[in-house]
């Protein structure tokens, strides 16, 4: 239950660009009509982690998720992509933050480049996490961040992954996310990737992924995606197939966000 507990009290910062100058230069029609565009958007939140392949050129991941975002920013106009992608030796973390469109075609990227059986970019990805219609980005925009193996020397050794339970390495997920989220200088628009070259303690330890990747409880994106459109009444918030009488057992989010 303090799992539980741990997973309702997260709240992310809110970053918004308050559009003062833009706003002036538009007319009444044009504000209204545009304004009334913004407030369908829902804002969500997808974590997804996944294997790296041996020897594995983490520029070129990065390449195809900026190529992606890319695509995706022409074909949604109006769902701005903030996150942050984070390559570490063994595995991946990302964290999207868009709209429901832009995170059902991350997932369904992810689901093809795990079909893919040459050159590919990544293996067994799974879904960590999904907060539906947060209040609040935890970044200001879209990036990536390779780390050294040199960074993951500073990370205290932890209980044995089979002393944790799922929720609880969920938990240090988003906790290690937030409080990077709330660094100063991520604040004053600083690259969260800047911020880990001073402050490496704030990276998610690589030993909690590679536990939560050997964990059954989470879904593939395809298992996901067909959950996600099933109209069975299934929580969609953790990465996992729960009904909604389980999803108390496991911990989840509010609708609304990380509440903390």
Not at 139 to 154: C, G, I, T, V
Request: glycine residues 4%; aromatic residues 8%.
């Amino acid at each position: 239950m303090a799992s539980t507990q741990k997973l309702r009290n997260f709240k992310t910062r809110e970053f918004r660009d308050t559009g003062l100058e833009e706003r002036d230069q538009k007319t009444m029609f044009e504000f209204g009509f545009y304004g009334n565009m913004r407030e369908k958007i829902v804002l969500q939140q997808l974590i997804v982690i996944a294997r790296l392949p041996y020897g594995a050129d983490g520029t070129e991941l990065g390449a195809h998720y900026e190529k992606l975002n890319f695509q995706l920013s022409k074909q949604y106009i109006w769902d701005n992509i903030t996150g942050l992608l984070l390559l570490y030796p063994t595995c991946l973390l990302h964290i999207i933050e868009s709209s429901r469109d832009i995170l059902v075609s991350v997932l369904k990227d992810l689901r093809d480049l795990q079909q893919q059986t040459d050159n590919a970019l990544l293996k067994a990805p799974k879904v960590v996490f999904m907060a539906h219609d947060s209040q609040s980005r935890l970044f200001h925009q879209w990036s990536y961040k390779m780390l050294e193996a040199a960074q993951m020397q500073h990370r205290p050794k932890r209980l044995q992954e089979e002393e944790e339970s799922t929720a609880t390495m969920v938990c240090t997920v988003l906790s290690a996310l937030q409080s990077l989220s709330k660094h100063p200088d991520i604040s004053r628009k600083a690259l969260p990737g800047s911020v880990l070259d001073k402050n490496p303690e704030l990276s998610v330890p690589q030993e909690i992924l590679e536990a939560l990747l050997n964990r059954d409880e989470l879904q593939n994106p395809q298992q996901y995606l067909q959950l996600y459109n099933s109209p069975l009444n299934v929580s969609m918030d953790f990465g996992c197939a729960t009904t909604d009488e389980s999803w108390d057992v496991l911990g989840a989010s509010s609708p609304g966000g990380w509440n903390h």
